[in-house]
């Protein structure tokens, strides 16, 4: 690995060019609308604008196991949020979501348009609605809070830390991918010693913590994120390992994770998500291929 040549920061920082890398015009230093454009609204009570990331993946598959249980209001519309298009920066995008990340949320089952920005947020708002997958026993339901909260706070440490410098940096740093491979090790341990006691997360019933944390830390012991398993030897993780297959068996998980998804297989992307028979070109055999 190479270091960049020493930088000396000025005294006041200025935006005065683009920072390189993958994803470089996905960020700003302002917040705010950059252009007119409203979004749209199909037929279902929920509205979701997105794009098949990790924390896209979070929302969907929740929604998916929410219609498996039969929960009828949890009909969806899934609107393809293109962030490196700077769909996330439009006039109507920002009035959901002021901070311009996807997901975000509309309720419009009542009488007034209700709003849920931050993929932790949606998961609670969501589960407490539909009275699922969040405990009610108070000790449970701390324990799922904890987690879906740990995920919330330790996430930026391996996509925006290692996944950034490892994959998406346009320079190969060694002290930047050293300190954030150690805290993503770190992390895997964490949930390999938990995962060594309880079968999920909060305890023995599947959550919003394992739908919060498997598209990032499952994602990354399957090998989708960062082509980084190798470099992390995530397979020593062995409980992780086993939780992330566990939770990849379900139904509902293999459609939600290809809800607005752009890359990889055909069968691995379904971009919008208007009806529960857009998934019928794809047969489970296909979903679980991933």
Partial sequence: MSETTEYTPPKVWTWTKANGGRFANTNRPIAGPTHDKELPVGRHPLQLYSLGTPN???????????????????????????????????????????????????????????????????LTYLAEKFGAFLPTDPAERAE???????????????????????????????????????????????????????????????SIADIAVWPWYGGLVKGWLYEGGEFLDVTSYRNVVRWADEIFARPAVRRGRIV?????????????????????????DKLAAG
């Fill in 56 to 122: 896209g993946q979070k929302v969907t598959i929740l929604l998916e196991e929410l219609l498996a249980l039969g929960h009828s209001g949890a009909e969806y519309d899934a609107w393809l949020i293109k962030i490196g298009d700077g769909d996330q920066f439009g006039s109507g995008f920002v009035a959901v979501n002021p901070n311009s990340k996807i997901p975000a949320l509309l309720d419009v089952s009542g009488k007034k348009p209700i709003r849920v920005f931050e993929s932790g947020s949606i």
């Fill in 144 to 206: 799922t809070f904890s987690w879906l909260f740990w995920q919330m706070g330790s996430a930026p440490y391996l996509g925006g830390g290692f996944g950034h410098f490892y994959a998406y940096a346009p320079m190969k740093i060694e002290y930047a991918i050293d300190r954030f491979a150690m805290e993503t090790k770190r992390q895997l341990d964490v949930l390999d010693r938990r995962l060594a006691e309880t079968q999920y997360l909060a305890g023995d019933a599947y």
């Fill in 260 to 284: 607005n998804r752009m890359n990889g297989a055909p069968a691995e992307q379904l971009r919008e998500r208007h009806d529960a028979s857009d998934f019928d070109t794809r047969t489970e």
